[in-house]
T-cell receptor, first 112, second 118 residues
């Protein structure tokens, strides 16, 4: 029972490069979410998806792109990485909109 | 605007004692949900407990209970009989009412770091 996984777990990249963070869940949950966690800000929602091909912006979407062609995958792309995007990124999923969200292990991204 | 406030950046508790972590929230929605998550030093986010705004009774899950005071807009987490493994950061979060365009989105507080002393 893999649950929800993220890859890579650690990533170092340079300013201006494109980076894609992967998220995969095996529960067939309808809802999936991307958060970033920064000191002093807690967790903030970047994007979320209610189902395949349905996505919407969260609190801090600028500089990020998401897609969801399959229910189980929800990749997050930084089109042109900036230093301010250095953070820990968490993917989460929930069965229904009002259920608890289960989180992946996180990806620590450093942009040099 | 919706907001979650955790006023205790850090707390200490003696092993086997109970501890209360504070959480206050601000919302004008009639229906909402409140969650607590635990983040140990290893970094993962672990769901602990949930309280719906219309639930009549306070939620409990093992040693965790949620002291929900709707009129005061508070949803404090109570951990009974603290264990060394409870040392972690704890986040309070709120979900907006379902059926709205913001369905499912969680708003997090800034967290409280709890250290359990042996």
């Amino acid at each position: 029972d893999a649950g929800i996984t993220q890859s890579p777990r650690y990533k170092i990249t340079e300013t201006g490069r494109q980076v894609t963070l992967m998220c995969h869940q095996t529960w067939s949950h309808s809802y999936m979410f991307w958060y970033r966690q920064d000191l002093g800000h807690g967790l903030r929602l970047i994007y979320y998806s209610a189902a395949a091909d349905i996505t919407d912006k969260g609190e801090v979407p600028d500089g990020y792109v998401v897609s969801r062609s399959k229910t189980e995958n929800f990749p997050l792309t930084l089109e042109s990485a900036t230093r301010s995007q250095t953070s820990v990124y968490f993917c989460a999923s929930s069965k229904r909109e009002y259920n608890e969200q289960f989180f992946g292990p996180g990806t620590r991204l450093t942009v040099l | 605007a919706q907001k979650i406030t955790q006023t205790q950046p850090g707390m200490f508790v003696q092993e086997k004692e109970a501890v209360t972590l504070d959480c206050t929230y601000d919302t004008s929605d009639p229906s909402y949900g409140l969650f607590w998550y635990k983040q140990p030093s290893s970094g993962e986010m672990i769901f602990l407990i949930y309280q719906g705004s219309y639930d009549q009774q306070n939620a409990t899950e093992g040693r965790y209970s949620l002291n929900f005071q709707k009129a005061r807009k508070s949803a404090n987490l109570v951990i009974s009989a603290s264990q060394l493994g409870d040392s972690a950061m704890y986040f309070c979060a709120m979900r907006r009412s379902y059926g709205s365009s913001n369905t499912g989105k969680l708003i997090f507080g800034q967290g409280t770091t709890l250290q359990v002393k042996p």
